[in-house]
């Protein structure tokens, strides 16, 4: 059987990994600065991690939500405690799609209602009412499109009351920073103002911190940079350091009932003891506060390098913007310097979504290959 032709591949298989590091099948050495889609976030194979995942998988690996998982509540506890929301409810899922899904039903729930205000460029997952909520329209089948969602440009407050004022919308979805579309970061006072009036309107706030989440902007979550609070936040990606999981924070005036939600996966022994291990690591060995700081001189050098028009992000978040499209540029650095970047729906702009745990030494080398990328490019 052949798979699925979807994805366009690289000619790299890689069959090991340490730290920031690959290495594929003919013993080269990788720099990965993209976590497969930001999704390493302690770094690969972490000892810790392998460890306490092969503790349980030798004990038990799954159960159905029919039964008590007591991983489920340590793990919660432990969420609560790193990012402050201790007050908000756990739901667990597998996947960041199904976490946006699950966020936006929750609401649509609560309100009776079935409108969504989300942003230019948006990207929440290609699953029913998540991609009908990323503006991205390739994407989109027409079993997608119910007119559910209208889109405003990010960071615009002008009209952006107006689409409360309709009185039909139940949620407003916006990422805690723009990823896929190439590192867009709402001003604050722009989350401020939809904060208010989301409250003003009895609308829920959904923040999808699937890619910014778990400690990569410097802050557990990015919207907190901004001071405010979600009703709901989504998580995934870097929640798992690779084994699948996702989750919604839910906010104390959501009301649970038997039935409301549910999920075989969700919530399983193996992927709780994965995103407990991650929670451990990020707090033992102060990786938000390390992702905050090592960002820093990182991207005064970035800035400063030919080409380069804007470097937008928070923490190791980071968006490079040059004057030309990267596309060329990003093949360099993987196949002449052996460094994984990412890309954007931003033709001009490289994703940079390293392990929070990168060392400067990392750092530098890519510096060092990009100064000489961009001197032959430009
Ligand atoms: C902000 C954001 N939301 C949702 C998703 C969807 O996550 P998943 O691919 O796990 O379904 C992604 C994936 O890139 C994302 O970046």
């Known amino acids: 059987m052949k798979l699925f032709d979807v994805y ?14 690959l290495w594929d099948s003919k013993g080269d050495r990788y720099l990965d600065l993209y976590g497969g889609h930001a999704v390493i976030s302690i770094g ?48 667990l899922i597998n996947s960041g799609a199904e976490a946006v899904e699950n966020a936006l039903k ?36 027409p079993i997608n499109r119910n007119g559910h969602c ?5 960071n615009k407050i002008d009209g952006l009351e107006a689409h409360f004022l309709q009185g039909d919308l139940s949620s407003v979805i916006i990422e805690g920073i723009q990823g896929v579309a190439g590192v867009n970061v709402p001003d604050n006072d722009f989350l401020k103002k939809i904060r208010s009036l989301c409250s003003k309107h009895k609308v829920v706030l959904i923040l999808d911190e699937i890619q910014s989440g778990h400690g990569r902007s410097g802050k557990f979550f990015a919207h907190q940079h901004a001071d405010v609070k979600a009703d709901i936040i989504c998580m995934a990606k870097g929640m798992g350091n690779g084994f699948p999981i996702g989750g919604i924070l839910i906010s104390p005036d959501f009301e649970a009932s038997h039935g409301l939600l549910g999920t075989t996966f969700g919530g399983n022994h193996l992927a709780c003891a994965a995103a407990i291990a991650v929670l451990d690591v990020i707090r ?37 913007e040059f004057d030309y499209n990267i596309d060329k540029l990003r093949k360099k650095l993987l196949f002449s310097h052996q460094i994984f970047t990412g890309n954007s729906s931003n ?17 530098d080398m890519f510096l060092e290959a990009l100064k000489k990328e961009v001197s032959v490019v430009v």
């Open 8 to 21: 366009p591949l690289y000619d790299i298989e890689p069959v090991r990994a340490e730290g920031e590091f």
């Open 44 to 91: 690969h194979s972490h000892p810790y991690y392998i460890q306490k995942v092969t503790e349980q998988l030798n004990k038990i690996g799954f159960y159905s939500n029919s039964v008590n998982i007591p991983l489920q509540k340590e793990l919660a506890d432990k969420l609560g405690l790193i990012s402050g929301y201790n007050d908000y409810s756990l739901f």
């Open 106 to 141: 929750l609401a649509s729930f609560k309100t009776g209602k079935k409108k969504v205000l989300a942003f230019s460029k948006a990207f929440h997952g290609r699953t029913s009412a998540a991609v009908e909520v990323t503006e991205n329209l390739a994407i989109q089948a």
């Open 150 to 154: 209208v889109f405003h440009p990010l």
């Open 284 to 320: 033992s060995e102060n990786l938000i506060k390390h992702a905050g700081e090592i960002a820093v001189p990182f991207s005064q050098e970035l800035e400063s390098m030919p080409g380069v028009t804007e470097v937008r992000g928070k923490g190791l978040m980071i968006g490079i």
């Open 347 to 363: 033709k001009n702009t490289i994703r940079i979504l390293p392990t929070l745990n990168i060392s400067s030494s990392s750092l």
